[in-house]
């Protein structure tokens, strides 16, 4: 999601945050036009409430939460769709995505200091702090915010620290609640197995695991996941067979089969669909 042309720590995330059609299609931009629109304007009505109560942890999250889905779902897109285009443009749209991940990372630290304080400290240091499942949410986001920033700034080693910091964050919130919003943080984690650099030789297989308990938790309704893994696990792999598999699978899948996840399941196929145009790319033989 990340080292990080593969950017997926977070191509999962959210199930709502994924991805926009190319924005040099218009034919296949049905319901990202309404995303790209409506979530900075609500974006900047949350700042304004921002500084009017700045003690107040929820406003920070609702901000943060909308800045995140404008970066990945727009602003990524694009930028990762035009790099074979347009280098220029497309560098203008990470770095753009960039200021956005930043801002909301300093927002849930905010946020999260506001619950608990000295947080930044203790995460840190991975010191034991008493979340509960009120908290899951600002972990959660944070964590997309820290995965953004690695993903938009191409890898750069300043924002690498925080890798570490995406794992505990998660590890945290799967502890307090493992099946939350139908399996968002076991998506989460699939995609942090899948672009580890610890040199775990076990990755591969958490990211496996982790991905069949997502899949549970969505009642198989998650599209967003099955792209994912074609994406970064498949290509890794040089599996062309495994990525049609996938990919079909996923362009199969009903997006009305759960409304709460319609839109995001719409982009998920979106991509899915532009990634079939890049089969020649993706694989060398």
């Known amino acids: 999601m990340i080292i990080f042309q593969r950017r997926q720590l977070y191509i999962w995330i959210f199930s ?34 921002i500084r009017k109560d700045s003690f107040d942890s929820t406003v920070y999250l609702e901000a943060s939460e909308k800045l995140i889905q404008f970066s990945y779902a727009i602003l990524m897109d694009k930028a990762d769709r035009l790099m074979y285009a347009d280098y220029y443009t497309a560098r203008e749209y990470y770095s753009e995505a960039l200021d956005l991940f930043l801002t909301s ?35 959660y986001w944070l964590s997309g915010a820290m995965a953004g920033s690695i993903s938009a700034s191409k890898g750069d080693p300043s924002y690498l620290i925080d890798l570490t910091n995406i794992k505990w964050l998660l590890e945290n919130a799967i502890a307090l609640e493992p099946g939350w919003e139908k399996g968002s943080l076991y998506a989460a984690m699939m995609s942090v197995y899948l672009n580890d650099t610890t040199g775990d030789r076990d990755s591969e297989k958490k990211a496996l695991e982790y991905f069949e308990l997502a899949d549970r938790a969505a009642n198989g309704n998650n599209i967003g996941i099955y792209v994912t893994l074609a994406e970064s696990f498949a290509v890794a792999k040089q599996d062309k067979d495994y990525f049609l598999e996938l990919i079909n699978k996923a362009l199969s899948m009903d997006i009305n089969a759960d409304k709460d996840m319609k839109q995001a399941n719409l982009l998920s196929k979106l991509r899915a669909k532009w990634l079939l145009t890049r089969i020649d790319d993706l694989f060398y033989m």
Do not use: W
Not at 22 to 43: H, K, Q
Not at 107 to 135: C, G, N, Q, V, W
């Open 105 to 139: 990372r300093e927002y849930m630290l905010t946020a999260l200091s506001l619950r608990h304080p000295d947080f930044k400290s203790k995460m840190i240091h991975k010191e034991s702090i008493s979340f509960t499942t009120r908290d899951i949410p600002y972990l």
């Open 16 to 49: 709502i945050l994924v991805l926009n059609a190319c924005s040099v299609n218009r034919s296949t931009m049905f319901g990202a036009d309404i995303i790209e629109y409506t979530i900075p304007l609500t974006a900047k009505a949350q700042e304004k409430k």
